[in-house]
């Protein structure tokens, strides 16, 4: 199995979007867990995406692109918080949709917009935005460097970028391998080790200058959704039909065992 293409990446958000709202909510990404029992996934969430949101240090007025924006409650929180305008995009034209309505009932329809677009070949002049974040979609890319090299290139001098993304983590001192998952191990999921990642910022000619690496408190993310997709299960099967709902389990419980796969908050600013 090799990485699927743009368009089926997008085309599988659309056709599963109501289970995703079942599973994940309106934020698309992993949690970061407090430890607190009676946390829910949507706290989680939103606590990951204000984690990374702290890191950008967005000021009033300050131009935003989120590449892979989801639903649109990222950059809604971050608009809303931080009084900033922008753009997201998405290679599924559903969330669009949803991510357009949700910025008018959220009153931001005049400073904040959605589009389909593929962050491969980003439809943005050089030097355009002030801010550019991806949370937790790099992954899904065909070819990460190339996003952000993109990232590098509309972003004006002195701006910055913030990513949340998997890696491979090295735990108390093996190397990193996250073989054990069939995701990574069949090509379809590519993590890399922090020191190329930071290497691949540099080439891209970013400076680096934040690096959180977030696994403990993200890792429940796994099992928490393993359990909500199991209680799902009559709505899941109906979906995906119950061979691909046991697959989809078995994946969220390797990832869930395998402390090799790590999630990262990386900052970096384009110099002035
Ligand atoms: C795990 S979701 C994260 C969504 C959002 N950032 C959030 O945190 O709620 C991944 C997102 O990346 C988007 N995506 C994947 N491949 C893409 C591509 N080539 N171009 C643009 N968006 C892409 C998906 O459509 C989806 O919106």
């Not at 607190?36 to 949101?53: G, H, I, V, Y």
Request: glycine share 8%; aromatic share 8%; charged share 25%.
């Amino acid at each position: 199995m090799t990485k699927p293409t743009p368009f089926k990446v997008g085309e599988a958000y659309d056709s599963f979007a109501d289970l995703l709202d079942q599973l994940w909510g309106a934020n698309l990404h992993h949690g970061f867990w407090s430890g607190d029992p009676d946390e829910s996934f949507d706290d989680a969430t939103t606590r990951l995406t204000d984690k990374l949101t702290a890191l950008l240090a967005a000021k009033p007025g300050d131009r935003l692109l989120d590449i892979g924006c989801g639903n649109g409650e990222p950059a809604i929180r971050l608009a809303t918080a931080h009084g900033i305008s922008g753009v997201g995009i998405s290679i599924a034209p559903g969330q669009i949709d949803r991510a357009n309505e949700r910025a008018a009932a959220a009153g931001l329809a005049d400073r904040l917009s959605f589009q389909v677009a593929d962050a491969m070949d980003m439809p943005f002049p050089d030097e355009s935005f002030d801010l550019v974040w991806a949370l937790e979609s790099l992954h899904h890319m065909p070819d990460r460097w190339h996003v952000v090299r993109e990232a590098a290139r509309v972003l004006r001098p002195g701006g910055r970028l913030a990513l949340g993304d998997f890696f491979l983590r090295s735990v108390d001192g093996r190397p990193a391998d996250a073989s054990s998952c069939e995701l990574v191990s069949m090509g379809a999921l590519k993590l890399v080790e922090l020191d190329e990642y930071q290497d691949q910022l540099r080439a891209a000619g970013l400076e680096p200058d934040g690096v959180e690496d977030v696994s403990d408190g993200t890792r429940p993310s796994w099992g928490k959704a393993a359990e909500r997709f199991e209680a799902a299960r009559e709505a899941a099967e109906h979906h995906i039909g119950p061979e691909q709902f046991q697959t989809t389990l078995r994946r969220f419980r390797q990832f869930s065992d395998e402390p090799s796969v790590g999630y990262v908050l990386l900052t970096a600013r384009k110099p002035a």
